[in-house]
């Protein structure tokens, strides 16, 4: 990894470090063999160093799946990118992948962690948007929904009357 790599260099788009987060146990969470291949390091070199400094890491902040999640999140991908692991992933929350810019100290980790807490933070918009949006929806057909009711009544009423009308015969009688 050459040491001149500047944070401008290291970056990385937002579309792959979203396509990178899955919801496991309720959180949004990104997998240390992603992580690692994000931050260009061994998905080995990436636990060490948590390992190596895991009071930073509070069960919040990292998990490893259970056999059960696994098989759930292998099976949503069609093509695996799962392939010959020995142990099962680790899960890092937000919290835990923005620890680990303390614990990988390159330029790329740092620039790398930069961008994924900058697409944790845009989701995390656009889901309280969505929210938002949902919301006023909600309160719109609350609102107008007596007012609604009365269009549609209305059509219901012009339909009756048309059925009721006897129906001419066409044709030769």
Same mark, same amino acid.
């Given at each position: ?7 401008? &260099? ?6 792959? *470090?979203?396509?990178?987060? !899955?919801?496991?146990? #309720?959180?949004?969470?990104? %997998?240390? &063999?992603?992580?690692?291949? @994000?931050? #260009?390091?061994?998905?080995?070199? @990436?636990? +060490? !160093? ?13 998990? &490893? ?5 696994? !098989?759930?999140?292998?099976? +949503? %991908? ?10 099962? =992933? %680790?899960?890092?929350?937000?919290? #835990? ?23 944790? *933070? ?11 949006? !949902? $919301? ?5 057909? &609350? $609102?107008?929904?007596?007012? %609604? $009711?009365? *269009?549609? +009544? ?11 009308? =006897?129906?001419? $015969?066409? #044709?030769? *009688?």
């Amino acid at each position: 990894m050459d040491s001149k790599l500047t944070a401008r &260099q290291a970056l990385i788009e937002y579309e792959i *470090v979203v396509s990178k987060i !899955a919801v496991v146990r #309720g959180q949004r969470v990104m %997998f240390s &063999q992603d992580l690692a291949s @994000l931050f #260009g390091v061994e998905t080995r070199v @990436l636990m +060490q !160093a948590v390992q190596r400094n895991i009071e930073r890491f509070p069960p919040d902040f990292l998990f &490893q799946l259970t056999d059960q999640e696994f !098989a759930i999140l292998k099976s +949503q %991908f069609v093509t695996s990118s799962w392939g010959g692991i020995r142990k099962l =992933p %680790f899960a890092f929350s937000e919290q #835990g992948v923005a620890m680990l810019s303390s614990v990988l100290r390159s330029k790329r980790a740092v620039a790398v962690n930069i961008e994924i807490m900058r697409a944790f *933070v845009r989701m995390r918009a656009l889901i309280d948007g969505n929210r938002t949006l !949902a $919301k006023k929806i909600n309160d719109l057909e &609350q $609102k107008y929904d007596k007012q %609604f $009711k009365v *269009v549609f +009544q209305a059509i219901y009423d012009l339909m009756d009357d048309r059925e009721k009308k =006897p129906k001419r $015969k066409i #044709g030769f *009688v």
